[in-house]
């Protein structure tokens, strides 16, 4: 019923940038709170940042906090990361994810639906 798809991930050096994209399927997207969350190697999955249904509202995790923005087009069934100033210590694989409310959220237990991921490398 429900489709996401990451993509625009890939390596970088340290203080690059990157911009991630997560194309949504339905016609229902601006319903809909987003998030994005990240994986590392052995540790289990963080929040990274999450938008309301308008995009008007956002939360980030301090560890991105004046890094990373999160935006959405619904016209365009899309949201966006642009990831800034990366860190070695952002090196995970990204999920985009959708809550089935229109309120922001950064805990993983309130989406239901999830992307397969894509990978982030950030080299020092």
Same mark, same amino acid.
């Given at each position: +019923? ?9 390596? @970088? ?5 990157? &911009? ?21 190697? #052995?540790?289990?999955? *963080? ?14 995790? *301090?560890?991105? =906090?004046? &890094?990373?923005?999160?935006? &959405? *087009?619904?016209? =365009?069934?899309? @949201?966006?990361? +642009?990831?800034?100033?990366? =860190? ?9 994810? =959708? &809550?089935? !409310?229109?309120?922001? !959220? ?8 999830? #992307?397969?991921?894509? +990978?982030?490398? @950030?080299?020092?």
């Amino acid at each position: +019923q429900v489709q996401l798809v990451e993509s625009g991930g890939g390596l @970088v050096q340290a203080g690059g940038s990157l &911009r991630l994209s997560c194309a949504a399927s339905g016609r229902t997207f601006s319903s809909y709170a987003m998030g994005w969350f990240r994986q590392a190697p #052995g540790k289990e999955r *963080d929040f990274v940042a999450s938008i309301n249904w308008s995009g008007g509202s956002t939360i980030y995790a *301090d560890s991105v =906090k004046g &890094r990373f923005t999160i935006s &959405r *087009d619904n016209a =365009k069934n899309t @949201v966006y990361l +642009q990831m800034n100033s990366l =860190k070695p210590d952002d090196t995970a694989v990204y999920y985009c994810a =959708k &809550r089935n !409310s229109a309120s922001y !959220s950064s805990r993983a237990t309130n989406y239901d639906y999830w #992307g397969q991921g894509t +990978q982030v490398t @950030v080299s020092s």
